[in-house]
């Protein structure tokens, strides 16, 4: 569908990804019964099609908690997607390579310890993308396939030129990744840093089964992580030193085949490559601010964090379901949804907590990935600690499972373990 002069919405979402797709299809679903239903639309120019059954694995996976489970159920989208190819994980086994990975200084998280089902799972990003982008549509929002190609804030809206025309909406969220066009267009500054690291990503068959567990070994390198896969592969995530992960990228197949093998240990035994290696260099991104008038920014767009704690994609939807909840909220009141006044209670809600996650996954990031100091030796052994103390253990699965934090409504009964 293409944008014209005439077109005017109340909200208009750029970018369809996991976090846009999940603003866009929960406020439509919650309002589309009101007679005066808001206009919502979103811009997305590379929408994807559901995987096919018995296609390759993509390489963009990520591991969704309990949580994202509830908020994309509020969305309208789980039903579509947990009919397709999707893996539970049960287990996380995470350990240092100064230990084996069966030591009891190994940490393991069990969801069957807090009787629970699974942790979460593995889901490739394409199918959570088409669903939401389908259930917002069947909510009554517009897919417009088009870019940002720039934006005006006025006083009472704002005033959008895309590629395929012109639209007036008189609320902006910005939900368009890491280099936020939407981002840049409103004048809000990030802060950015490199890890010095890649991230290398592949799809890899393993000589013994996954177990239903997600694998995680810190080295002094850097972090790997194999995600099971519904088919019993497994997608890998090797946060390598840039230097190591440009070698590891030059590699011959069977080398990095037995490379990756060394690297965990052997814990799965030997590895065969079932798909191209992919990388992408990591970065830290925090916008320095979440809003402006008419504006608000969500997922990737406000926030980027290493992957080792895989909660990138997690705290994206709890910002979408945050948002959506206080802009119903608003309208039940009768606000303007590009009013600060509602934007900034946004933005309370969820910089302080994203802020939080992103120093601590950083701390893990220097003191387990790649300390040797005292404290890195202490961290290190503290793996062993936790798994250890039921309470503090508790503390973690909280955390994996997605429920702790201050949760939007649609994300708060994921867990009987909350
Ligand atoms: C190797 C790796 C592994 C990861 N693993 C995990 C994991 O296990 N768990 C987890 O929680 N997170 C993980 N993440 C993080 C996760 O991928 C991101 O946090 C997530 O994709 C962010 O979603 P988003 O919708 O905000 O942005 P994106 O996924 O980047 O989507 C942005 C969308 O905006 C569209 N867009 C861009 N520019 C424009 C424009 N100008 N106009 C209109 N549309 C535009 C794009 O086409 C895209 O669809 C991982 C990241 C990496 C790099």
Not at 22 to 38: C, F, I, S, V, Y
Request: charged share 20%.
């Amino acid at each position: 569908m293409s944008a014209s002069a005439r077109d005017s919405v109340d909200v208009l979402i750029v970018g369809g990804g996991p976090v846009g797709g999940t603003a866009a299809a929960l406020l439509a679903r919650a309002t589309r019964t009101e007679r005066d239903a808001p206009r919502i639309a979103v811009l997305e120019p590379r929408r994807p099609v559901y995987p096919a059954a018995n296609g390759p694995v993509d390489l963009r996976v990520s591991a969704y908690s309990r949580a994202s489970e509830r908020v994309l159920q509020g969305a309208g989208a789980w039903d579509a997607i947990k009919a397709r190819r999707i893996c539970p994980y049960e287990r996380m086994r995470v350990w240092h390579e100064h230990v084996a990975p069966t030591s009891p200084d190994a940490l393991v998280f069990d969801a069957a310890e807090v009787g629970e089902p699974n942790l979460g799972y593995i889901i490739e990003t394409r199918l959570v993308q088409s669903a939401l982008l389908d259930a917002a549509e069947q909510a009554g929002a517009r897919v417009v396939a088009a870019e940002l190609a720039s934006l005006t804030i006025g006083e009472d809206d704002v005033h959008v030129e895309t590629s395929a025309g012109t639209l007036s909406a008189r609320l902006v969220i910005g939900a368009d990744g890491a280099q936020s066009a939407v981002r840049a267009a409103v004048g809000v500054a990030a802060e950015t840093s490199g890890y010095q690291q890649t991230a290398i990503v592949a799809v890899v068959g393993t000589e013994k089964p996954h177990q239903s567990t997600a694998w995680q070994r810190f080295l002094q390198t850097g972090t790997l992580a194999f995600l099971p896969l519904s088919d019993g592969t497994s997608s890998i995530v090797w946060s390598a030193d840039d230097e190591l992960a440009k070698s590891l990228l030059a590699m011959a197949v069977a080398d990095f085949e037995s490379a990756l093998a060394v690297a965990l240990d052997n814990a799965l035994g030997a590895t065969r490559l079932v798909s191209e290696r992919a990388s992408f260099p990591l970065r830290r991104l925090a916008a320095q601010h979440y809003v402006t008038h008419r504006c608000a920014l969500i997922g990737d767009a406000a926030h980027v964090v290493h992957p080792l704690a895989g909660q990138g994609v997690n705290m994206g939807l709890l910002d979408a379901a945050a948002l959506a909840e206080l802009l119903i909220a608003g309208r039940h009141e009768r606000e303007d949804p590009g009013a600060l006044r509602i934007l900034r209670r946004y933005e309370r809600w969820r910089k302080t907590e994203t802020h939080t996650l992103a120093v601590a996954i950083d701390t893990f990031d220097r003191l387990l990935a790649h300390g040797t100091g005292p404290l890195a030796r202490l961290a290190q052994r503290g793996l062993g600690w936790v798994n250890r103390s039921e309470e503090a253990k508790r503390v973690f699965i909280r955390r994996a499972l997605g429920v702790a934090g201050e949760l939007p409504a649609a994300a708060r009964t994921a867990s009987r373990a909350s």
